[in-house]
């Protein structure tokens, strides 16, 4: 080979090794902070990043398991993870740096209003539990450690005139974990928000020989509004959303959302934004709660936080105004 020749075919694989490492740079990677197995948020992460992994062009999406909405928050805040679902209670106090958050503001920005979760109380049938009050004295689960569950729940406990530390013999499992433990009989009760039908519960309802009960609590509403704000909402969890429930369920409900840090470029956020609605089909066929998101749920209200401005622009396009 002369020297011509090697410098040439040098001067290539330069040039093809440059090629590539700018196709490398192009392509991104999005982590999306869900949940626990047994809840909602985790199939339906799963569910929402292969679609972005399928419609984007060089995107890699993956769903992450982690406690729930207060590790989703902390990681989209500090820049470890991309998109996080969580509850709009436990947003509102991260962006504010209050309760789980005292460390500091985290600068979030909602990308979607999605659906609202419900609060379960789940107990035994015959087990002298009927309201929120008659869980003083009790084995309960109040959600996992890093879960808005457990922000929730503590509110509730609070509204119902109880001490979560002094009149509880507190547990801190996940919804997996809770259903378990009931089942085995190591806790009475547990609290558990997400959607419905939430799989962990249902495996629990359709259980020989358990009869589940839900334990009304929409009572409590006015209360815990009163205290933080209006994020709560009284609703009913239908009769038949589980093996075996004969009656409606007066519960409590929030809104979930999709944030993300308020650095993320507008195309991405916008990309993500759009995909999410003009894919839903795909994603109601992975969870039926995926049928709530509509954009007539979009506005400040509901989201809590300030809006990502490539969301604002997507919703702008779709005659929805923001602020």
């Excluded at 609070?158 to 085995?184: H, Q, W, Y």
């Excluded at 007066?250 to 995909?275: C, F, G, S």
């Excluded at 709660?289 to 396009?317: M, R, S, V, W």
Aim: glycine share 12%; aromatic share 6%; proline share 3%.
């Amino acid at each position: 080979m002369t020297g011509k020749l090697k410098l040439a075919v040098a001067a290539f694989a330069v040039m093809v090794l440059a090629a590539g490492g700018v196709a490398a740079q192009q392509k991104k990677n999005i982590s999306i902070g869900t949940g626990g197995t047994g809840g909602v948020y985790y199939p339906l992460g799963g569910g929402l990043a292969a679609v972005l992994s399928k419609h984007l062009p060089n995107v890699t999406a993956t769903a992450e398991v982690t406690g729930g909405s207060v590790d989703n928050l902390k990681l989209v805040g500090s820049g470890q993870g991309d998109v996080g679902f969580t509850m709009v209670d436990a947003a509102l106090d991260a962006y504010k740096g209050e309760d789980k958050f005292k460390s500091g503001k985290l600068p979030l920005r909602t990308l979607a209003v999605l659906y609202p979760n419900r609060m379960h109380v789940v107990a035994l049938d015959g087990g002298g539990i009927e309201k929120v009050a008659d869980l003083k004295g009790k084995r309960v689960s109040t959600g996992a450690p890093g879960s808005a569950t457990e922000v929730m729940a503590f509110r509730l406990i609070e509204a119902a005139g109880l001490d979560k530390d002094k009149d509880l013999k507190r547990e801190r499992l996940s919804v997996a974990e809770s259903v378990n433990a009931i089942k085995d009989n190591k806790i009475d009760a547990f609290f558990w928000v997400g959607g419905v039908p939430t799989a962990g519960v249902t495996d629990l309802a359709a259980t020989p020989g358990t009869k589940m009960k839900l334990v009304d609590h929409a009572e409590l509403v006015d209360k815990m509004n009163a205290k933080y704000g209006a994020l709560y909402v009284g609703n009913v969890i239908k009769s038949g959303s589980y093996p075996g429930q004969t009656k409606d369920s007066k519960n409590i409900d929030v809104w979930n959302t999709l944030v993300v840090n308020e650095k993320m470029d507008n195309d991405t956020a916008y990309a993500i934004t759009k995909t999410l609605f003009e894919k839903k089909p795909d994603l109601v066929a992975v969870h039926k709660e995926a049928e709530n998101i509509d954009l007539k749920n979009q506005n400040e209200k509901n989201a809590a936080l300030p809006f990502h401005p490539g969301a604002i622009k997507y919703f702008t396009e779709q005659g929805i105004k923001l602020n």
